[in-house]
């Protein structure tokens, strides 16, 4: 069985923070990582691997640095590594992503694609469903266990307040939750081969079989016109007080604003 | 009847014979969107057997449904979504069409926008129609939460959002209100990107959802045991409320994670918060911030949530939410 | 010269952090308080290949270098330097002397298991009678026919009774003083081999430190470690590596006990500021930021030269001879600067002062380092 992941290298979003004077976000020093969602779905790939003898081929746009989360997906076990990198590729939105990622995937065998649900940075969750429409193949997403039952995936997908059990036939892409498993570390001897004897493949524009119109910011249907940090709540009153105070306090607020 | 153009259409999500409520918000927000293009809002109903749902999403505000009834539409499942959906927008053109963002919604609107070729913003907070030139700005929470970001569509249309539960407002309902109900043209066909159930299993967790909950009392990893969170939940029963936990207290295995507020749990705007041990990492604010009144209790000054509460109190939870409660208790039964 | 890490090498240097954050760090203050042996961090790191790290692919190891290894063991040092040593002591004594001395019928024997996570090594050289004084052995081993009969004790032996494989040395030829010593390689529960009461120690208080007691042990004969009076030269040899296991485990209590510190200094206020503000507290940090550098460059180095088959025992000492006095100078001064804090259980730096001393003492004294400096230094 053939398996390709779809893995992003992101800002580690739960170790930013805001400037307290210009209320900004402060980006310097926040570590990049593999896209907690992706990592899972490597995670279930690799299972399968372990489990069936899958081959696991990993694939990422991004700049030339994200090549450091291919290395990460080689040394925790995966078979082959593709890094999508180019100017032209870069300013895309969903659409445009999408478009690049799954002229990539053409040119490669797959029976199951995996990717995250959604990444911390962009937080969409779009790209996906929209690399399987542009395949033309079924997608489950919202992945939270995965079986592969001979021509067809089993997934469990987790809606707000209940699961479904659904059938897709292969090819097919599903869509990981990043609470589906534990990842495994990386091994050191894997760290060592992934930077020491495996190659990781690196695709221009002329590699991907993809339109101009689709790729890039010309590409993007939509635009990002500004960003701002949000409007920090004012802070109200804060009491430090001994306990009967407080609660008489609380009382009176609740009372006024006829809360109670 | 003819659409207008530059309709704004709404995808009414059900589940089960029930209108998700967010259809309810999403379908009131279109109505001022529609007014400012002088236009009109369109409910799309997908399913089957659900023709006695029309009139509830009319009552909310819904100036047309266009209906879909149909076997293959009884249970979610993307692909036959996916063809009813496409039709309807190849067949009328509106100028936006919004989602839920639900797991339903996140799932469908991707691929709907991708077959249709056009662009989609996910998980909006804000919407407005800009002056001038009658764009869409779509307003959403980027970089996990850390900033926000406005989203405009030059080109393509329609311009497809999926919206934020629990934050759009729902319009008060006209029982009297009266519209077309159109039924779908196209066809659905069963092709290979259709997908099985081969089974549906329903959550063990309580019929209270933490965001119809008008009082919600939360607890965070300060409130450190089943205890902790068992004084919030008097508390919570005295007031006439929910508990919901942060990312953390879940995390621990103290709350259900149906009852995680946060950006990765369930934005609420409750009337009134009352936060537990909740440190205020900018990840759980932005699940509640918005909430009409917060009240915050923790034993650290420096706390964040110190910054968004309207009434901050330094002390320990563990004293103070007690005998919180039994003065409720004693104020409602001398009344 | 490059003084930065490889790609590779900063990989593995974030994994190792990673994973003593994740899997080593909330067993510390337990490991500590009940002097209980850190199972679940240990066999964690056997499940993820840490256990053979600089070992050859073919023998079961990860095929990475000493470098990458003393990575590991300083980054989990920084969390707990009980776990340290229990990995230092099973790489660089125990597996190691069987890589580098043991036949190929022992590495595929005993080597394997370890290398590949499945058991723990020991190495036992240290006696009642014979510490600083190594050659001093009083354990006998005679030959019994296909046989060797071992008889005698060893003292504060590390992982005595967890470990399934013991490195042992004994006396086979008295009337030849050092050359008379001979290494065995021996299993767990063999008949005639049982252990004393575990020490209770000032620190490192989670390892297990026991005597192994040898009362007419049979051992195969086949399970002796390079040649009969080779012993010495392979205890001393083998310490060699071990010495810059140790000079990584000090390195990493004292950058534990550093980083610790910054982060309370910025925190704790007195007089209306952090105290983070007020000179004497910077110009300690300076110091101790300098010498836990200069400390860190050493230890790497007596790395490098291991891996590129030069000698390298001088490098060793220094290493060790500055890490652990440094070791023990910055936990004292990270101590002082917590103020009353830093005598409380909950803050961690009264445990790394006292794990630090032991760093002075085992595999080679601060004195015994001092000598094989000067000896090379002198010839």
């Not at chain 2, 309580?206 to 119809?212: A, E, F, L, P, V």
């Not at chain 3, 974030?14 to 679940?40: I, K, Y």
């Not at chain 3, 600089?54 to 707990?80: H, M, N, R, W």
């Not at chain 3, 499945?118 to 190594?134: C, I, M, N």
């Amino acid at each position: 069985m053939k398996i390709i992941v779809c893995v992003k290298q992101v800002p580690d979003t739960t170790e930013v923070r805001i400037d307290p004077v210009k209320g900004t976000l402060i980006r310097e020093g926040v570590p990049s990582i593999m896209n907690p969602d992706d990592k899972a779905g490597l995670e279930a790939a690799l299972r399968l691997k372990d489990e069936q003898g899958a081959h696991v081929s990993v694939i990422c746009m991004g700049p030339r640095q994200a090549d450091t989360v291919l290395r990460e997906a080689l040394a925790m076990g995966a078979d082959a590594a593709y890094l999508i990198s180019d100017s032209a590729f870069s300013g895309a939105d969903t659409w445009a992503t999408s478009c690049t990622l799954a002229a990539a995937i053409t040119k490669l065998n797959y029976d199951l694609i995996i990717t995250g649900r959604q990444a911390i940075d962009g937080d969409t969750a779009q790209v996906g469903p929209e690399i399987a429409e542009h395949l033309g193949i079924p997608h489950i997403s919202y992945c939270e266990d995965l079986n592969v039952e001979g021509s067809e995936v089993v997934v469990k997908r987790q809606f707000e307040d209940r699961y479904q059990i659904l059938r897709a036939k292969m090819p097919a892409l599903i869509t990981a939750l990043g609470e589906m498993n534990v990842p495994r570390y990386m091994t050191p001897g894997g760290i060592f081969e992934a930077y020491r004897e495996k190659q990781i493949i690196l695709w221009t524009r002329l590699d991907i079989p993809v339109a101009d119109g689709d790729i890039g910011l010309k590409g993007s249907p939509t635009r990002v016109t500004k960003t701002f940090p949000k409007q920090m709540k004012q802070p109200g009153i804060k009491i430090e007080t001994g306990v009967e105070e407080s609660v008489q306090f609380a009382m009176d607020k609740l009372k006024e604003k006829y809360l109670l | 009847m003819t659409i207008k153009e530059k309709a704004v259409f709404v995808f009414a999500e059900q589940v089960d014979g029930q209108i998700t409520p967010v259809s309810f918000e999403l379908i009131g927000k279109a109505r001022e969107l529609a007014e400012k293009l002088d236009s009109q809002v369109v409910a799309l109903l997908p399913g089957f057997k659900v023709t006695n749902l029309t009139q509830e999403l009319i009552v909310h505000g819904a100036q047309a449904v266009v209906i879909a009834d149909h076997l293959d539409l009884e249970h979610y499942r993307t692909e036959p979504f996916t063809q009813v959906i496409s039709q309807i927008i190849e067949q009328y053109q509106p100028e936006i069409v919004l989602f839920g963002a639900t797991s339903i919604g996140r799932d469908l609107a991707p691929r709907v926008a991708a077959r249709i070729h056009t662009g989609l913003t996910a998980d909006c907070t804000a919407l407005e129609i800009e002056e001038e030139t009658d764009r869409l700005l779509m307003t959403r929470p980027a970089f996990g939460g850390n900033l926000l970001a406005t989203i405009v569509c030059p080109e393509h249309r329609p311009a497809m959002a999926t919206v934020r539960p629990g934050v759009m407002i729902k319009r008060t309902p006209e029982e009297k209100a009266t519209a077309e109900v159109i039924p779908f043209e196209g066809s659905i066909t069963e092709n290979q990107m259709y997908t099985t159930i081969q089974d549906v299993l329903k959550k063990g967790s309580s019929k209270h959802d933490i965001q119809d909950a008008r009082i919600i009392v939360a607890g965070g990893r300060g409130m450190r045991s089943r205890e902790g969170f068992a004084l919030l939940q008097d508390l919570a029963d005295v007031l006439g409320g929910e508990v919901g936990g942060s990312r953390a207290a879940v995390e621990a295995g103290l709350q259900d994670k149906s009852k995680q507020v946060g950006q990765t749990g369930k934005t609420v705007r409750p009337v009134l918060y009352i936060a537990c041990g909740i440190s205020g990492a900018i990840q759980h604010l932005a699940g509640m911030e918005e909430s009409d009144f917060i009240i915050a209790i923790n034993s650290d000054t420096t706390a964040p949530i110190f910054n968004v509460a309207d009434v901050g109190i330094v002390g320990d939870a563990f004293k103070i939410v007690p005998k919180l409660t039994e003065a409720i208790r004693s104020e409602r039964e001398n009344r | 010269m490059d003084f930065n890490l490889s790609k590779e090498h900063q990989m593995a240097q974030q994994l190792f952090r990673d994973f003593a954050h994740n899997e080593v760090a909330p067993w510390a203050e337990e490991t500590d308080e009940f002097h209980r042996f850190p199972w679940e961090a240990v066999r964690k790191m056997q499940s993820c290949g840490l256990m053979g790290i600089p070992f050859a692919k073919s023998v079961g190891g990860q095929g990475c270098d000493t470098l990458t290894y003393i990575l590991a063991v300083e980054e989990i040092s920084k969390v707990c330097a009980t776990t340290g040593v229990i990995l230092s002591a099973h790489t660089s004594l125990a597996t190691d002397a069987i890589n580098i001395y043991g036949t190929e019928q022992q590495k595929e024997q005993f080597l394997r298991p370890l290398a590949e996570g499945r058991k723990l090594g020991s190495f036992a050289l240290t006696e009642p009678e014979a510490g600083t004084d190594a050659a001093g052995q009083q354990s006998k081993a005679v030959l019994d026919g296909d046989e060797w009969v071992l008889n005698g004790t060893k003292i504060f032996i590390t992982n005595a009774e967890v470990a399934d494989t013991y490195i042992v040395f004994a006396m086979t030829d008295k009337a030849q003083g050092t050359r008379g010593i001979s290494a065995f390689i021996i299993e767990k529960a063999t008949p005639g081999f049982s252990f004393g009461p575990a020490e209770k120690k000032m620190g490192i208080r989670g390892s297990s430190t026991c005597e192994l007691i040898f009362e007419n042990c049979h051992i195969p004969k086949g399970n002796l470690l390079g040649r009969e009076g080779k012993g010495f030269g392979i205890a001393m040899s083998t310490l060699d590596g071990g010495r810059i296991g140790i000079a990584a485990q000090a390195l990493g209590i004292a950058e534990g006990a550093l980083e610790r510190t910054i982060q309370y200094v910025k925190e704790r206020k007195q007089f209306n500021s952090p105290i983070a503000k007020y000179q004497n507290t910077q110009f300690v940090l300076a110091q101790m930021k300098t010498d836990v550098e200069a400390t860190r460059w050493l230890v790497y180095n007596a790395a490098l030269k291991k891996d590129s088959g030069k000698a390298f025992s001088t490098e060793a000492a220094m290493a060790k001879l500055k890490a652990s006095e440094v070791a023990a100078e910055v936990t004292r001064e990270c101590v002082q600067l917590h103020g009353g804090y830093g005598f409380i259980q909950g803050f961690q730096v009264e445990r790394m002062m006292r794990d630090a001393k032991i760093t002075e003492i085992y595999e080679g004294t601060s004195e015994v380092m001092k000598m094989v400096i000067s000896g090379n230094l002198l010839k």
